[in-house]
């Protein structure tokens, strides 16, 4: 996972660590890994859900298709209070790692909240969502084992908080005009044109990188950028590199196929983008990112 065996980490200084579904990790590897999770919720027509607990990914989907209505929520903040009085009766501190403060409120309601806890609940703001911000849970792990403080995990992670690239085709910008981010007359173009936009969250928001005929040329133009990263802006460091997809995991498989070939590493891992950015983007994404990490 990540460059990591997915096993339980010891948490050394009695720390613990808390994140979200924005991750992608699910309740049954949070639990591997003995950190902590908060199901973040979503609603469909108006009616609330939450990710892991009431909703699988794959009804997602299936009301995606049918047409109803999804939106991204908050979770209450006595969802984040409650979890972390009952951590704190185990616990010396927490490393709370939420999605980026420029894509949700729920970072700096995370804050607000944990300036009532005496410096006992750290909020890491550290820029990321999905497959990276999944990577900073991983290395805040294994810089508790290393034996950093609460205080030395979240500013490693916010100070690295840049350090990392994602880059996603998007197969419909239906959702992506309902959210305001396209205009109507410019989706309406790109289908007829068959364009596909690539994607980039460099850090604090989603933006516009390319647009290719066709998802075989976007997956070609995300390569291309993904490995210029590795060899350029990441030089000399130690990165993998990580697939993800929407909807359909057996769709998704020659993408995960084609970037172990293009590398020429069989280590590269594929997971499901979270709900949060599907209700933006919709089903048969296709994405790549390049991480630095914690050796």
Same mark, same amino acid.
């Given at each position: =996972?990540?460059?990591?065996?997915?096993?339980?980490?010891?948490? =050394?200084?009695?720390?613990?660590?808390?994140?979200?579904?924005?991750?992608?990790?699910? /309740?049954?590897?949070?639990?591997?890994?003995?950190? !902590? =999770? *908060?199901?973040?919720?979503?609603?469909? /027509?108006?009616?609330?859900?939450?990710? +892991? *607990?009431?909703?699988? !990914?794959?009804?997602?989907?299936?009301?995606?298709?049918?047409?109803?209505?999804?939106?991204? &929520?908050?979770?209450?903040?006595?969802?984040?209070?409650?979890?972390?009085?009952?951590?704190?009766?185990?616990?010396?501190?927490?490393?709370?790692?939420?999605? &980026?403060?420029?894509?949700?409120?729920?970072?700096?309601?995370?804050?607000?909240?944990?300036?009532?806890?005496?410096?006992?609940?750290?909020?890491?703001?550290?820029?990321?969502?999905?497959?990276?911000?999944?990577?900073?849970?991983?290395?805040?792990?294994?810089?508790?084992?290393?034996?950093?403080?609460?205080?030395?995990?979240?500013?490693?992670?916010?100070? /690295?908080?840049?350090?990392?690239?994602?880059?996603?085709?998007?197969?419909?910008?239906?959702?992506?005009?309902?959210?305001?981010?396209?205009?109507?007359?410019?989706?309406?173009?790109?289908?007829?044109? +068959?364009?596909?936009?690539?994607?980039? *969250?460099?850090?604090?928001?989603?933006?516009?990188?390319?647009?290719?005929?066709?998802?075989? /040329?976007?997956?070609?133009?995300?390569?291309?950028?993904?490995?210029?990263?590795?060899?350029?802006?990441?030089?000399?460091?130690?990165?993998?590199?990580?697939?993800? !997809?929407?909807?359909?995991?057996?769709?998704?498989?020659?993408?995960?196929?084609?970037?172990?070939?293009?590398?020429?590493?069989?280590?590269?891992?594929?997971?499901?983008?979270?709900?949060?950015?599907?209700?933006?983007?919709?089903?048969?994404?296709?994405?790549?990112?390049?991480?630095?990490?914690?050796?």
């Amino acid at each position: =996972m990540c460059g990591v065996a997915l096993r339980k980490v010891e948490i =050394m200084g009695r720390i613990a660590v808390v994140t979200d579904t924005n991750s992608g990790i699910t /309740n049954e590897e949070a639990k591997k890994l003995g950190i !902590y =999770m *908060i199901n973040m919720p979503f609603m469909v /027509n108006g009616e609330e859900f939450f990710d +892991g *607990i009431n909703s699988t !990914y794959e009804e997602f989907f299936r009301r995606l298709a049918a047409g109803d209505d999804v939106t991204t &929520s908050q979770p209450a903040p006595d969802s984040l209070t409650e979890l972390w009085d009952k951590l704190l009766t185990e616990y010396d501190e927490i490393v709370h790692i939420p999605m &980026s403060a420029s894509l949700s409120s729920s970072c700096s309601t995370a804050r607000a909240l944990a300036a009532d806890y005496e410096g006992k609940v750290y909020v890491v703001d550290n820029k990321r969502i999905s497959i990276t911000q999944r990577e900073s849970v991983i290395d805040a792990l294994k810089l508790i084992e290393k034996g950093k403080t609460a205080a030395e995990v979240a500013a490693y992670l916010e100070e /690295n908080a840049f350090d990392c690239s994602i880059y996603l085709a998007v197969n419909t910008l239906e959702l992506l005009k309902k959210s305001g981010r396209v205009t109507a007359a410019g989706a309406a173009l790109a289908t007829i044109l +068959g364009l596909k936009p690539v994607l980039q *969250i460099q850090g604090e928001k989603l933006d516009a990188y390319a647009k290719a005929r066709g998802m075989e /040329n976007a997956q070609k133009i995300m390569l291309e950028v993904a490995k210029k990263d590795k060899e350029e802006r990441f030089k000399g460091k130690k990165v993998h590199i990580t697939a993800a !997809y929407s909807g359909d995991k057996a769709d998704a498989e020659p993408w995960l196929r084609r970037i172990k070939d293009y590398f020429g590493d069989e280590s590269v891992e594929m997971y499901a983008l979270p709900i949060s950015i599907c209700c933006h983007v919709g089903a048969g994404v296709k994405a790549v990112s390049v991480i630095p990490y914690v050796e």
